[in-house]
């Protein structure tokens, strides 16, 4: 098993382009979550998953868009990227209730000039 | 407003001596505490957790108390290795909100031979 892999590992972007993060599990977990992770502020849920097709805001939504159209796959977008969400960004996944541990991916670090 | 606090940055110890991590949650609906380690570029692996209906959950060298009236837990590492040294952040899960997860900021620990 791979776990929980992140495409791609780095990327830089300029301010206004767009991109998509790409989050894939093979363990057929229900859960799915994004992160992202900024110096002295721990790490911070944007949008999750509880199953295929649903999606639902996290703590710093704003920005960003996920689907959810497979059940393996959890897509990060940013429409039109700004120097604010410069950051590591991480996916996780848990597949035996909430209570469970989430397995992380290795993350994507992303600078927006 | 940061429910999940972890006031120390950093702690330094000795190896072979007890490292002790601290901290503080705000919300008492939190029902459900995690601890992740995460080393630098690799995502956060999970370490231990503690329910609320619990005051203490040990697993090996590691050892969760929770303090439910004073809305304080703490990991206990002893003895400590080098190879403990990561950052630990703490997290807590509030019933029936898909799993989400509110970290704290995070402590390094570095553990000197």
């Known amino acids: 098993n791979a776990g929980v892999t992140q495409t791609p590992k780095f990327r830089v972007l300029k301010t206004g382009q767009s991109m998509t993060l790409l989050c894939a599990q093979d363990?057929?977990?229900?859960?799915m979550y994004w992160y992202r992770q900024d110096p002295g502020m721990g790490l911070r849920l944007i949008h999750y998953s509880v199953g295929e097709g649903t999606t639902a805001k996290g703590e710093v939504p704003d920005g960003y868009n996920v689907s959810r159209l497979k059940k393996q796959n959890f897509l990060l977008g940013l429409e039109s990227a700004a120097p604010s969400q410069t950051s590591v960004y991480f996916c996780?996944?848990?597949?035996?209730?909430?209570?469970?541990?989430?397995?992380f991916g290795p993350g994507t670090r992303l600078t927006v000039l | 407003d940061q429910q999940v606090k972890q006031n120390s940055p950093s702690l330094s110890v000795q190896e072979g001596r007890i490292s002790i991590l601290n901290c503080d949650y705000t919300n008492s609906m939190f029902d459900y505490f995690l601890w992740y380690k995460k080393y630098p570029a690799e995502g956060p692996t999970f370490l231990i957790s503690?329910?609320?209906?619990?005051d203490k959950n040990e697993d090996g060298r590691f050892t969760v108390f929770l303090n439910k009236s004073a809305k304080h837990l703490s990991l206990h590492i002893v003895p400590s290795q080098p190879g403990d040294s990561a950052v630990y952040f703490c997290?807590?899960?509030?019933?029936?909100?898909?799993?989400?997860?509110?970290f704290g900021q995070g402590t390094e620990l570095s553990v000197k031979p």
């Open positions: 363990m057929n977990h229900e859960y």
């Open positions: 503690i329910s609320s209906i619990k």
């Open positions: 996780a996944s848990n597949g035996n209730g909430p209570y469970n541990e989430q397995f």
């Open positions: 997290a807590s899960i509030l019933y029936n909100q898909g799993g989400k997860l509110i």
